[in-house]
């Protein structure tokens, strides 16, 4: 159990559908992070959520719309993807305001698969 | 753009020591260099940070040079168990998050 908890673990979608991946951490912490990781790529930060607020978008298409209601939850809204966005999708969260500077846990992902 | 590179994969058998070398030749002042260890179907998992010299703990050592431009993450008598992807990753305080590409560690018996 690490503590930070990603549902569904898998999600298959058309490209039309919308669909949301949701993120849950007991870690009492403050920030949580979203990261997509692709085949053969190094994983890419998305969006960073600092005491519930976003601090680093990073050009992530607006098809990708972060949500983060308190500081324990932390969600992804997906709509019109494409299959390119197949991917899995980390959520992590981390102590403290340091966007890089402190240890990271990571939740077990959520496999996506955009047809 | 910074990149931060590693070997794809490694090789390695059950006892020996593993030494996976990261290279990032852009970093700056104020950045910190991580290693995290991914196993399959798990998210990554913290293993040691450093900013200089030489940072050890209880499963790894890492090893950074004065000019910084590089690091490298020290695996002592692994195991089986150890079998995983390794990534380090560059980063600062305020906008820089960088992982490297990975380096897929294959421990044999």
């Known amino acids: 159990e690490t503590g930070v908890t990603q549902t569904p673990r898998h999600l298959v979608m058309g490209m039309t559908n919308k669909k949301s991946l949701k993120c849950e951490q007991h870690?009492?912490?403050?920030?949580m992070y979203w990261y997509k990781q692709s085949a053969k790529k190094p994983l890419e930060l998305m969006f960073v959520?600092?005491?519930?607020?976003?601090?680093e978008n990073n050009s992530v298409p607006s098809r990708f719309s972060p949500e983060c209601p308190n500081s324990s939850h932390l969600f992804l809204h997906l709509h019109t993807l494409q299959p390119e966005d197949s991917a899995l999708y980390l959520c992590?969260?981390?102590?403290?305001?340091?966007?890089?500077?402190?240890?990271?846990?990571f939740g077990p992902g959520t496999r996506l698969t955009v047809l | 753009l910074a990149k931060t590179t590693q070997p794809i994969s490694m090789d390695s058998y059950e006892g020996q020591e593993v030494n996976i070398t990261c290279s990032h030749n852009?970093?700056?002042?104020?950045?910190?260099i991580t290693w995290y260890q991914q196993f399959p179907s798990q998210g990554p998992r913290f293993i040691i940070q450093?900013?200089?010299t030489k940072v050890t703990n209880e499963v790894a050592s890492l090893f950074i040079p004065a000019d910084r431009k590089s690091s490298t993450l020290s695996l002592p008598r692994v195991s089986l168990s150890d079998t995983a992807v390794y990534y380090c990753?560059?980063?600062?305080?305020?906008?820089?998050?960088?992982f490297g590409t990975g380096t897929r560690l294959q421990v044999f018996p």
């Open positions: 992590a969260s981390s102590q403290g305001r340091g966007l890089g500077y402190n240890e990271q846990f």
């Open positions: 870690l009492g912490h403050n920030a």
């Open positions: 959520y600092s005491l519930e607020e976003r601090v």
């Open positions: 852009n970093i700056a002042t104020n950045d910190y």
């Open positions: 450093g900013y200089k």
């Open positions: 990753l560059v980063s600062n305080n305020t906008d820089k998050l960088i």
